[in-house]
């Protein structure tokens, strides 16, 4: 069997830095009630004139470069985003012109903050298949023009980045060994953002009721459900390809929040030292959020040829997935 193999990484995160201390003046909250309940200590906010392809198109030229390949060579583009540019065209289709990918065909999947690992999942099925040899998987989100910043709850959260990477053929028998992908839509009306599209289409009314932005009404239910569908996804997809959580070398999860993060890892029984944790400077960065902590970990040195690596991701809808690649 073909499997497709992580050839290069590349992650991208806009130059503004929102600390917790801005916000405090703002929300009358403070750094501390903020970093206790989430981890989180700053993010990362896109300029007025970046959109969220423009995030994306320097994290794939980077991921495009470690892999020693061409925009030329690139056959299709994915990206994970609930924040697209614009309703169509999508946001692969625009980094597939700034690139310069001219034979590439795009497309955007829409999972939440679980794009990376549907993104993923959707560009390796390619080359597993001998279809294609060279795919771009991308995750790009720009959250902070779909948070509302009067809302404690969530603005605190999220930010803004992209993360990429370029899958080709594997010859070693390494690579991408498998990937689950799961859904639940009666969990809906915990994480949406319900304006701005053909339930509730954009009018002075629903701009006035705000419908523009995400809602989360019981953040705790978010919290329960994420635990366990992440730790249960996690110990099903090490089962199924006869391993077992201590044969985990790395363990890449989404970075929603530093609570969800350990408590997954102690259902696993990992320690926190084969955990990566990057929440605290970038926040929830929604379908960036694995591929730019893969990235991250890759440039320190923390994954080696052999290592196996999960990666697990939790999105609105609600959505979550896992992967698991042994490193080439």
């Known amino acids: 069997m073909i499997r497709a193999r992580i050839a290069g990484l590349g992650a991208y995160a806009p130059t503004r830095v929102l600390t917790n201390h801005e916000l405090e003046q703002r929300l009358g909250t403070s750094d501390e009630w903020i970093t206790q ?35 030329a060579e690139v056959e299709l583009i994915v990206v994970g985003t609930s ?14 012109h700034k690139l310069g990918a001219g034979h590439a065909g795009s497309v955007d999947v829409s999972a939440a903050c679980s794009g990376s690992v549907y993104s993923l999942s959707v560009g390796a099925q390619y080359i597993e298949t001998g279809k294609y040899r060279t795919v771009l998987v991308i995750g790009a989100e720009t959250y902070s023009r779909l948070v509302d910043w009067d809302d404690l709850r969530t603005c605190v959260l999220f930010g803004d980045g992209a993360g990429a990477a370029v899958l080709r053929p594997a010859a070693d028998g390494s690579g991408i060994l498998d990937t689950d992908l799961y ?5 809906a009306d915990l994480l949406y953002v319900p304006g701005g599209r053909s339930r509730h289409p954009a009018t002075r009314e629903s701009v006035a009721q705000r419908l523009q932005f995400l809602k989360m ?29 201590d044969t985990v070398d790395l363990f890449v999860p989404h970075q929603a929040n530093i609570r969800i993060i350990e408590a997954v890892a102690k259902r696993l029984h990992l320690p926190m030292g084969k955990v990566v944790v990057n929440v605290d400077r970038y926040g929830n960065t929604a ?16 994954v080696r040829p ?11 809808g609600f959505t979550w997935g896992t992967a698991l690649v042994r490193w080439s």
Do not use: C, H
């Open 217 to 245: 009404p019981k953040g705790d239910e978010v919290f329960k459900v994420a635990v366990r569908t992440l730790a249960e996804a996690s110990l099903a997809i090490l089962e199924k390809n006869g391993f077992g959580p």
């Open 83 to 96: 924040t697209a540019d614009m309703v169509f065209p999508s946001t692969a289709n625009f980094v597939q």
């Open 183 to 187: 859904s639940d839509g009666q969990y």
């Open 306 to 316: 052999g290592d196996l690596v999960l990666l697990a991701t939790f999105g609105g």
């Open 37 to 71: 309940r989430t981890g989180i200590r700053e993010r990362r906010i896109a300029d007025a004139s970046e959109a969220t392809s423009d995030l994306a198109l320097p994290a794939a030229r980077q991921a495009l470069e470690r892999a020693g390949a061409t925009p």
């Open 287 to 302: 379908a960036a959020s694995v591929y730019v902590a893969l990235a991250e970990a890759w440039s320190e040195g923390r």
